[in-house]
């Protein structure tokens, strides 16, 4: 079996852990540890890994710490999927080495549990299950599994005809009745929509608008905002996240609900789906449609209108006896 050894990271290996998720096959914006940087306040004590085999990386592990009676190791601590970061599709042998190396080193910081997110298939350029094999040969269980809805981008020549003839007919409809969608930079007219539709809901948006602003300041390549407007209205906006180079996350999608006669969501969504596709991007991921495994099931209608495919997000555990 292959010998790795664990090395926490620590602000001396920055250039080695940018310089492999750059490198990498599968890291998204969540494995960035600028990214994870905007959490002011945190529930848990970070603790990101770095896998090496003699003195080269062969793989990332963001984390943190939770505390509890005994704490847990989670991976990604406040961020959507985390797991292992590679290169390729990792031999079967190194991907169990990888796995039995975490539980060790886990056991030795003296956590009772390890919880694991992956990211879903399209975001990794060479797809594969080795990873999965491995954690569930170690006795890791899937916990929760969520369907996110995905737009194929990559090899379509004419998007919108792949939309249902409703989707197709609300985007024009908002463009009949003189709804525009813009690039922009005005986060706080934009924060001001999400927070009233989210309450709406009662819910509350996963970000502050603190927490915007700080992401933009950090990563501001991976943020782009687009808000639409009737005439000088602010009606909707959609925020994405490029999370790598081949898949944008439509993280927040908000409308102005007094206003939905418009249609504003279905050209903001037609219209950043032709945007990504444009930028060269494969896959348009519209985020999770469950909660608790209860799908929302207008939500899933409004997505599969665009063509988006479902995929499964899913949460991995080992109690660590």
Known sequence: ???????????????????????????????????????????????????????????????GLV???????????????????????????????????????????????????????????????????????????RQVRALTHVVTLGGVNNLGETFVSSARRAARRAGRLGVKVESSEDYRKFYDLLWADRQALGAEPTHSLEDLMRLRELVPEALHLFLAKAKRE???????????????????????RERQDLRMSNLLASQTIDWASREGFLYYDFGTSTIDMEPNWGLVRFKEGFGATPYLREHWKLELG
Request: proline residues 7%; glycine residues 10%.
């Open 234 to 256: 602010l009606v909707g906006g959609t925020l994405l996240f490029v999370c790598n180079r081949r898949v944008v996350l439509n993280f927040y999608l908000c409308r102005k």
């Open 67 to 141: 505390p509890g009676e005994p704490p847990r190791y989670v991976s990604p601590c406040g961020a959507s999927f985390g797991g292992f970061v590679v290169r390729g599709q990792p031999p079967a042998r190194l991907a169990t080495a990888l796995v039995r190396t975490l539980i060790e080193h886990v056991r030795g910081e003296g956590a009772g549990a390890i919880e694991i997110s992956p990211s879903p298939p399209v975001y990794q350029a060479s797809p594969g299950h080795a990873i999965e094999f491995a954690l569930s040969a170690a006795g890791f269980r």
């Open 1 to 63: 079996m292959t010998m790795l050894r664990v090395v926490p990271y620590d602000r001396s290996r920055d250039r080695a852990w940018r310089r492999f998720l750059d490198e990498s096959t599968n890291g998204t914006i969540f494995h960035d540890l600028r990214f994870l940087a905007y959490h002011r306040e945190r529930e848990w004590s970070d603790h990101h890994l770095l896998f090496y085999d003699g003195e080269e990386v062969v793989a990332l592990l963001p984390g």
